[in-house]
């Protein structure tokens, strides 16, 4: 579909997003969950989004990440429009270009962590081994334990580690520290801020907690449907500096 990350430039926008607006009609109701969402990001950014239930924030990733339409405005992914691909040009570019991370860690519990990151390299156009991927989470020793053998932040990491398996353009995560107390949680969250640098993923979390904005270069807040601010961190606080 596009370019693999090493070949994006190092200041071009990763993500254009204007006008974005998502409809949900349920008989009569119209459910506005987006209303004219203008956004970007470039490579390697950390974005952290924060707002409350309801607000339009997974909506958003759910479009820019190929698994679901919007109902109007434009998604641009580099130089391609992600609102006028059809269904296959979609499953390519989820496929070839984005990492997903959700609360929830859908892990196959009938294989090992190892396996579980195979699932991926086995479709990838340039993967990484599985072990390279779970060295990067610091799972080096668990690669052959089963997700029931692994405690929930390291059946995270695994989740990670198969997600940027393919060398993901960028890694969209939603909730990814939602089902995990914080010491567990800042675990994690080291994860994701090291892969971020080692890969250059343009990395978006979604989050309730306020707390993970100070591990960002930039704070998205989401509110009824639109941005309605954004904040750029003078200076990024390490994982490890973070508590809730």
């Not at 997903?100 to 579980?116: D, K, M």
């Not at 195979?118 to 020793?141: F, N």
């Not at 334990?145 to 393919?166: C, T």
Request: hydrophobic share 40%; charged share 25%.
């Amino acid at each position: 579909m596009a370019q693999a990350a090493a070949e994006i430039e190092p200041d071009a926008p990763v993500f254009r997003i204007r006008g974005l607006s998502k409809v949900y009609c349920t008989g009569d109701v119209e459910v506005h969950a987006l209303r004219g969402v203008d956004f970007e990001a470039r490579r390697g950014e950390f974005i952290v989004i924060l707002g409350p239930s309801g607000s339009g924030k997974s909506t958003f990733l759910n479009i820019i990440g190929g698994l679901d339409s919007a109902t109007s405005g434009e998604a641009q992914f580099l130089d391609h429009s992600l609102t006028r691909q059809n269904e296959a040009g979609l499953t390519r570019y989820r496929r070839d270009h984005v990492g997903f991370i959700f609360q929830f860690y859908n892990l196959v519990p009938s294989l090992t962590a190892r396996e579980n990151v195979q699932l991926v390299t086995e479709i990838a156009r340039h993967p990484m081994t599985p072990e390279e991927a779970l060295a990067l989470v610091g799972l080096e020793d668990r690669m052959d334990h089963f997700p029931a053998q692994l405690s929930g932040g390291e059946q995270q990491r695994v989740a990670i580690a198969r997600a940027i398996a393919k060398r993901p353009d960028v890694l969209l995560c939603d909730e990814p520290t939602g089902a995990l107390d914080s010491k567990t949680g800042i675990k994690v969250l080291e994860a994701l801020t090291r892969v971020n640098a080692e890969i250059g993923a343009t990395t978006l979390v979604i989050t309730h907690n306020a707390a993970i904005r100070e591990i960002a270069d930039r704070v998205v807040n989401f509110a009824n449907g639109t941005i309605v601010s954004e904040q750029r961190n003078a200076a990024r606080k390490l994982a490890s500096e973070v508590s809730w």
